[in-house]
T-cell receptor
Framework: AQSVAQPEDQVNVAEGNPLTVKCTYSVSGNPYLFWYVQYPNRGLQFLLKYITGDNLVKGSYGFEAEFNKSQTSFHLKKPSALVSDSALYFCAVRDIWMDSSYKLIFGSGTRLLVRP | NAGVTQTPKFQVLKTGQSMTLQCAQDMNHEYMSWYRQDPGMGLRLIHYSVGAGITDQGEVPNGYNVSRSTTEDFPLRLLSAAPSQTSVYFC??????????????FGDGTRLSIL
């Protein structure tokens, strides 16, 4: 069965410092991996995705994520955090071998708090 | 472009009442889905549709019905509301063009309280 784990409920970082939000996944076949961000009282917004190819994926707002197949991880990173990055972040996975539908499995979310 | 529009934004119901949450998208997307978001549990898939006339169950379908008579609309019906259905409900859509790796577009949610 597909699953996604976000081991940290909250990540705290000072503005200007690098940030990492962790995600690990479990699928039977090859994954499509996604990161979404949610601001208060809004829906989720797409940040970036990994489909195939280069393990380092660049996305919106200066975020990037590194796909690591051996560790089944897809951590979200940013070199220099902004206060405006404070939000709820979700990792999601789709198993493209075992499930031909468009269903996504989401992690439980990580709240990122960037302090000035 | 309006994207994905959900109505109402807020709703309070009494136990046993029924209601329909509306979702409409103007992007001609084939795939639409309903999720519920509960604290600490992420988003869980309720029902989804891969095109007009085609629907299927997700992870937590009990107590909910859907239909997809047009490409644009995908309403979610609560048959007999229960306090356990208090949640924030999100509708999402994505194109099937290029395969299932396309990102989903989300509405801003409906906050539902069942008393």
């Amino acid at each position: 069965a597909q699953s996604v784990a976000q081991p940290e409920d909250q990540v705290n970082v000072a503005e200007g410092n690098p940030l990492t939000v962790k995600c690990t996944y479990s699928v039977s076949g090859n994954p499509y991996l996604f990161w979404y961000v949610q601001y208060p009282n809004r829906g989720l917004q797409f940040l970036l995705k990994y489909i195939t190819g280069d393990n380092l994926v660049k996305g919106s707002y200066g975020f990037e994520a590194e796909f690591n197949k051996s560790q089944t991880s897809f951590h979200l990173k940013k070199p220099s955090a902004l206060v405006s990055d404070s939000a709820l972040y979700f990792c999601a996975v789709r198993d493209i071998w075992m499930d031909s539908s468009y269903k996504l499995i989401f992690g439980s979310g990580t709240r990122l708090l960037v302090r000035p | 472009n309006a994207g994905v529009t959900q109505t109402p934004k807020f709703q309070v119901l009494k136990t046993g009442q029924s209601m329909t949450l509306q979702c409409a998208q103007d992007m001609n997307h084939e795939y639409m889905s309903w999720y519920r978001q509960d604290p600490g549990m992420g988003l869980r898939l309720i029902h989804y549709s891969v095109g007009a006339g085609i629907t299927d169950q997700g992870e937590v379908p009990n107590g909910y019905n859907v239909s997809r008579s047009t490409t644009e609309d995908f309403p979610l019906r609560l048959l007999s509301a229960a306090p356990s259905q208090t949640s924030v409900y999100f509708c999402a859509s994505s194109t099937g063009q290029g395969g299932s790796n396309q990102p989903q577009h989300f509405g801003d949610g409906t906050r539902l309280s069942i008393l």
